[in-house]
């Protein structure tokens, strides 16, 4: 059975520190790792990683995929209020449809 | 603006009552989801659709049952055999009918049965 674990499940933080986010996945014929923000309402994409040690950045934000060791990092730098939500990490394979979510990790931004 | 539209907001029924939840799409997207969000254990997937007028059950499709008539929607009862209910639903669509395209949510129907 494919499984998501994500880690830490909650974070809390002042504004300007960095966070690391965790990811670990098992899936049957593993292609691509996802990270989502849920604040409230629709999760809204972050990245899609497909390829080992490939880092990937917009903004503050960045993420990076070991295939060897199955699991993908969220880093967020010089965090804001605006931070505040719930991270999703979803990982695919081949199957049609498969997305497996994590549980997702909680993560709050106090001023 | 295109997007996916979930209607309404926030439901409530009784218990013993099928209730349907909207999803509408204007993103011409062939692939449409639905995923159940529980507190703790992320999102699961309930059923999906890859073409008009042909659907697949997801991990937890028991209780639950859906349509795609339409290119555009992708409408999801909620049966009176599902044993917990109660949970925030979200509609979800991708442009390729693959299981590794970003998906694009919609902003989910708050589900509550007493």
């Known amino acids: 059975e494919d499984k998501v674990v994500q880690s830490p499940l909650s974070l809390v933080v002042h504004e300007g520190d960095t966070v690391t986010l965790n990811c670990s996945y098992e899936v049957t014929n593993f292609r691509s790792l996802l990270w989502y923000k849920q604040e409230k309402k629709a999760p809204t994409f972050l990245f899609m990683l497909t390829s080992s040690g490939i880092e990937k950045k917009s903004g503050r934000l960045s993420s990076i995929l070991d295939k060897k060791e199955l699991f993908s990092i969220l880093n967020i730098t010089a965090t804001q209020t605006g931070d505040s939500a719930i991270y999703l990490c979803?990982?695919?394979?081949?199957?049609?449809?498969?997305?497996?979510f994590g549980q997702g990790t909680i993560l709050t931004v106090h001023p | 603006d295109g997007g996916i539209t979930q209607s309404p907001k926030y439901l409530f029924r009784k218990e013993g009552q099928n209730v349907t939840l909207s999803c509408e799409q204007n993103l011409n997207h062939d692939a449409m989801y639905w995923y159940r969000q529980d507190p703790g254990q992320g999102l699961r997937l309930i059923y999906y659709?890859?073409?008009?007028?042909?659907?697949q059950k997801g991990d937890i499709a028991e209780g639950y049952s859906v349509s795609r008539e339409k290119k555009e929607s992708f409408p999801l009862t909620v049966t009176s055999a599902q044993k917990n209910p109660t949970a925030f639903y979200l509609c979800?669509?991708?442009?390729?009918?693959?299981?590794?395209?970003?998906?694009?949510f919609g902003n989910g129907t708050r589900l509550t049965v007493t």
């Open positions: 979800a669509s991708s442009i390729i009918p693959t299981g590794n395209s970003p998906l694009h």
């Open positions: 659709s890859q073409i008009v007028n042909d659907f």
């Open positions: 979803a990982a695919g394979g081949t199957s049609y449809g498969k997305l497996t």
